[in-house]
């Protein structure tokens, strides 16, 4: 339609040209050396523009022959650049495929290009990691720092291959600096956070929880219970480092991050017990005992109750009676009556925890036989109570859902695989998660998760 319109306007204005001059007659008259021209003005602008169409010709000619070259040139360029881009992509299928060799004789093919030089130098460091070659991966990793376009591709390659060596230290550095590139890149923010608290730097990992969460990374209960175990595992490393003010506090951190987390109950009560104040210790497992039973509280408990084992039990009784039903308040009877010598009270409680939870008899029977053993010396009864205890189904432990691996108490990351926060209270049974760090890393294109796991 707008080109419709052009052609009109510009036929409108050829006919009302041609139209003037026809109804305006005249005669033009030029002398020039020894010719003389005699034409009416009609024929003079005909002759005119056709003059002007002929140099027109002329000019797009002699300009079309003098920039042949330059044109040729171009045409070449556009040719290698497409077909440099077919060598890619056809290397990056070749690399998907499983055929790292073949990407390599692709991407050698566009290294001349530089409209690609960057993609190509990514191709070619992939297919070295695939094939297996780590010393030719770093080195096409390490140049592609020198280009500000591919320096965090470089920074992510160098981090992707300490992790799969297992270079923890070079890892952190690696990510130090792509953060400089990137800050707020979310999948690096774990990177960092994962590998401070593997390296025990508590400090470090809370300031990097911090942008996390300003991020918007982690959000709600995961951001509240990473600050818990955070905060926690300060408040141990200023225990260890006997700064008790300053344990106490983080304590109190992390029972304000999480306040149903039980180790960081636990922990509260112990410190508070140990600074001389055993009633704000009690009243904290008071507090969660209701929502919350625990084999750790209660030993907590019974050690922050003065007096003797008789009036440890009747301290028992009463955070036993805010859960009454519980197979835990059973249990801490029962443990307490031991302790007080009161056999028949702690028969009665292990028994009652055997009915409440029969699937897991363990430690009722275990009770029960130190009570028939020691408080009734029926020895006969308590060795069939022992043995049906070793083969009754396992008890709910600390255990890492990472590797599986049952731990001796809560720690804020596994002793055995080094995954972070994955040290929970159950049945230990088959995992689900893999905490290798090289799976947080992402492939370039797209951002899918790198296939190597653990567990």
């Keep these: 339609m707008i080109r419709l319109i052009r052609f009109l306007v510009w036929a409108g204005i050829a006919v009302a040209v041609v139209v003037f001059f026809a109804n305006q007659p005249g005669r033009i008259r030029i002398d020039w050396l020894?010719?003389?021209?005699?034409?009416?003005?009609?024929?003079?602008?005909?002759?005119a523009a056709v003059l002007v169409g002929l140099l027109v010709v002329l000019w797009r000619t002699l300009s079309g022959l003098l920039n042949l070259p330059q044109r040729v040139s171009r045409w070449r360029q556009r040719r290698r650049e497409r077909q440099g881009l077919r060598d890619l992509t056809r290397g990056l299928t070749a690399l998907a495929v499983g055929k790292p060799g073949e990407a390599v004789r692709r991407v050698e093919r566009i290294d001349s290009l530089p409209e690609t030089a960057g993609l190509a130098q990514l191709l070619r460091a992939q297919a070295f990691l695939a094939e297996g070659r780590l010393a030719d991966a770093d080195a096409a990793f390490t140049a592609m720092l020198s280009e500000p376009e591919t320096a965090f591709l470089g920074r992510r390659g160098l981090l992707k291959l300490a992790l799969q060596q297992g270079d923890l230290a070079g890892a952190l550095i690696q990510a130090e600096a792509a953060r400089t590139l990137a800050p707020t890149t979310p999948w690096l923010l774990r990177i960092?956070?994962?590998?401070?608290?593997?390296?025990?730097?508590?400090?470090?990992?809370?300031?990097?929880?911090?942008?996390?969460?300003?991020?918007?990374?982690?959000?709600?209960?995961?951001?509240?219970?990473?600050?818990?175990?955070?905060?926690?595992?300060?408040?141990?490393?200023?225990?260890?480092?006997?700064?008790?003010?300053?344990?106490?506090?983080?304590?109190?951190?992390?029972?304000?991050?999480?306040?149903?987390f039980v180790p960081a109950v636990t922990a509260l009560a112990r410190l508070e017990a140990s600074h001389g104040k055993p009633a704000r210790a009690l009243a904290a497992i008071e507090k969660l005992w209701p929502t919350a039973q625990h084999p750790d509280l209660a030993a907590t408990y019974l050690a922050a109750a003065s007096g003797d084992a008789l009036d440890r039990f009747k301290r028992a009784e009463k955070l036993a009676a805010l859960a009454p039903d519980a197979v835990e308040s059973h249990l801490l009877l029962g443990q307490a009556a031991l302790d007080a010598k009161l056999w028949g009270e702690a028969k009665r409680h292990f028994e009652d925890a055997l009915s409440a939870d029969p699937a897991h008899p363990r430690r009722a029977l275990r009770g029960l036989a130190r009570a028939e053993a020691d408080g009734f010396e029926r020895r006969e009864i308590a060795h069939q109570h022992r043995e049906r205890a070793s083969e009754a189904a396992d008890d709910a432990r600390w255990h890492c859902t990472a590797c599986g691996m049952v731990q001796p108490a809560w720690s804020p990351s596994c002793t055995a695989c080094g995954a972070v926060d994955t040290v929970t209270w159950s049945t230990p049974g088959s995992t689900s998660r893999s905490t290798a760090l090289i799976q947080l890393v992402p492939d370039a294109g797209d951002g899918a998760r790198l296939g190597l796991s653990q567990g």
């Design 34 to 47: 020894d010719w003389r021209i005699d034409t009416s003005m009609a024929v003079a602008v005909v002759a």
């Design 192 to 260: 960092l956070f994962d590998l401070h608290c593997r390296r025990g730097a508590w400090a470090d990992a809370a300031n990097t929880l911090a942008a996390l969460g300003r991020a918007r990374v982690l959000e709600g209960p995961e951001l509240a219970q990473r600050q818990a175990t955070v905060t926690l595992a300060l408040a141990r490393q200023a225990e260890a480092e006997a700064a008790p003010d300053a344990a106490l506090r983080h304590a109190k951190a992390a029972v304000q991050a999480a306040p149903s």
